[in-house]
DNA sequence: TATATTTTTGCAATCATTACAGATTTATAA
DNA sequence: TTATAAATCTGTAATGATTGCAAAAATATA
């Protein structure tokens, strides 16, 4: 993962103007990793920016996702979360305390030789199961 | 993947009472392989039952995944699709036609060693990008 | 400073899904 | 068979996430 120090340079180098909610929403996301949804951003900001509204975050997360600096976690139908980390990783969600853990995952290691022929552009690999902590405290 | 030979049978040994209306969406869902959405389901089945509700669809589905017969695809997050064949595989969608091609994966290519002390009950493995008649027409 | 452009905001509209209650069908028992 | 209970299905209303849109605010340009 990249580290980022100055996140209004990182959006200008992304082809962003950065205004105060782009940079507050971006920071948010690198601050918190456990892949916050719409609302937990929204709700979150709130008091920092109390004019903010729902739909600029929908907009702004928008325009991160299309510049390639934001990729949506679609593991659960019902929740879209969203991740700044863009280098190649995978997720997994815990059904019993929900949280969504990243790891690594070789590029090479799914590189499918099935597809002949076909140019990928996406991967998302995803799994779920029963954390580590969870498992424990069940016996 | 298994073939299913009666389908009236295959939902009582998985414990599930076979109405029409269940019969009919689950041998939708045998004979049209591309993975479709309870829309696509819905209208392609009232022809066949005019009195079908989409809630029915929806009820029915919910219960065939209760009873692991039937698994979500959750390639795009704003399109939820079926899928009848649970045996272990991957997805594909061509972000050109939008087709949606499974794809053989070895269980154990995936077999991620980094979660000692985890129980994985779900995976899940989406690629997205151009299929090969969709890039040959590029040229 | 005046004007144009970009960004943000708030609210209405849309769309997929769920809740619910009544109707219909199927199972059970007299 | 007939009456009663249980399960299933249906139609509509409610919910909730996302998008559309037009006005307001902020920023850039002349
Ligand atoms: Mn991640
Ligand atoms: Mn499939
Ligand atoms: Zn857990
Ligand atoms: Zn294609």
Redesign the pocket.
């Known amino acids: 993962m990249v580290i980022i120090q100055n996140v209004g340079q990182y959006l200008l180098d992304n082809g962003?103007?950065p205004?105060?909610?782009?940079i507050k929403i971006f920071d948010f996301l690198m601050k918190n990793h456990e892949h916050p949804?719409?609302?937990k951003i929204f709700l979150s900001l709130s008091d920092e920016?109390p004019?903010?509204?729902?739909?600029?975050?929908?907009?702004?997360l928008?325009?991160f996702q299309s510049q390639g600096i934001v990729n949506i976690v679609n593991i659960e139908?019902?929740?879209?979360r969203y991740d700044c980390d863009t280098s190649f990783h995978g997720h997994f969600k815990c059904l019993e305390c929900k949280n969504l853990y990243d790891f690594e995952l070789e590029n090479t290691e799914l590189n499918i030789n099935k597809f002949e022929g076909f140019k990928i552009t996406e991967s998302h690999y995803y799994l779920k199961g029963l954390c580590k902590s969870c498992l424990s405290n069940k016996i």
Chains 1, 2 share one sequence.
């Open positions: 962003i103007k205004s105060i909610q782009r949804t719409v609302d920016i004019t903010l509204s729902k739909t600029t975050v929908y907009n702004t928008k325009l139908d019902h929740e879209t």
